[in-house]
T-cell receptor, first 112, second 114 residues
Framework: GENVEQHPSTLSVQEGDSAVIKCTYSDSASNYFPWYKQELGKGPQLIIDIRSNVGEKKDQRIAVTLNKTAKHFSLHITETQPEDSAVYFCAASERNNNDMRFGAGTRLTVKP | ETGVTQSPTHLIKTRGQQVTLRCSSQSGHNTVSWYQQALGQGPQFIFQYYREEENGRGNFPPRFSGLQFPNYSSELNVNALELDDSALYLC?????????????FGEGSRLTVL
């Protein structure tokens, strides 16, 4: 089955700096790669996703890149703000999502 | 549009007891997945229900069972509770076959087993 590894487990940046979180996956059949943000006491919320037919996707300050050959994908947050502080999870699955595998999470802290 | 709602939000059980957790899917969604999230870990897939049938299962023992109802709401049942079952249980809904594939999560039910 799919195995998703995520690094780093914790990340601390100054407000305005960039943050990068990296994930690798093992199953070449995976073709959907979402990123979720989880704030304390809440469920995960999708912030951006990418499919295997695309190498990069951007939404304002957030971007995701995918390298299918190397089986890794990354989340990039630019101009970080204190409200970006949360736990971020990467995930991978096939199209029907009946077994989405999550990474262990990255706790991002943005210092004002 | 109503989001995913879960109940109860918190509950405490003792080892050996049984628990039922409930989930109402987001309006228009026909598929519900359940995840277990231990403290400091990512969510782990338990199973998915589509059209009232189990549509995939993760590495969880048979004492974890579920149901989906005609209105697409769902229940997660756990029998013979163990201390390691203490976790946040997340429900997520989606529109299978035609949707974007995005999972919409509820806020979770936090289960403590003593």
């Amino acid at each position: 089955g799919e195995n998703v590894e995520q690094h780093p487990s914790t990340l601390s940046v100054q407000e305005g700096d960039s943050a990068v979180i990296k994930c690798t996956y093992s199953d070449s059949a995976s073709n959907y790669f979402p990123w979720y943000k989880q704030e304390l006491g809440k469920g995960p919320q999708l912030i951006i996703d990418i499919r295997s037919n695309v190498g990069e996707k951007k939404d304002q300050r957030i971007a995701v890149t995918l390298n299918k050959t190397a089986k890794h994908f990354s989340l990039h947050i630019t101009e970080t703000q204190p409200e970006d502080s949360a736990v971020y999870f990467c995930a991978a699955s096939e199209r029907n999502n009946n077994d989405m595998r999550f990474g262990a999470g990255t706790r991002l802290t943005v210092k004002p | 549009e109503t989001g995913v709602t879960q109940s109860p939000t918190h509950l405490i059980k003792t080892r050996g007891q049984q628990v039922t957790l409930r989930c109402s899917s987001q309006s228009g969604h026909n598929t519900v997945s359940w995840y277990q999230q231990a403290l400091g870990q990512g969510p782990q897939f338990i199973f998915q229900y589509y059209r009232e049938e189990e549509n995939g299962r993760g590495n969880f023992p048979p004492r974890f069972s579920g149901l989906q109802f005609p209105n697409y709401s769902s229940e997660l049942n756990v029998n013979a509770l163990e201390l390691d079952d203490s976790a946040l249980y997340l429900c997520a809904s989606t529109e299978l076959a035609g949707g974007t594939g995005e999972l919409f999560f509820g806020e979770g039910s936090r289960l403590t087993v003593l």
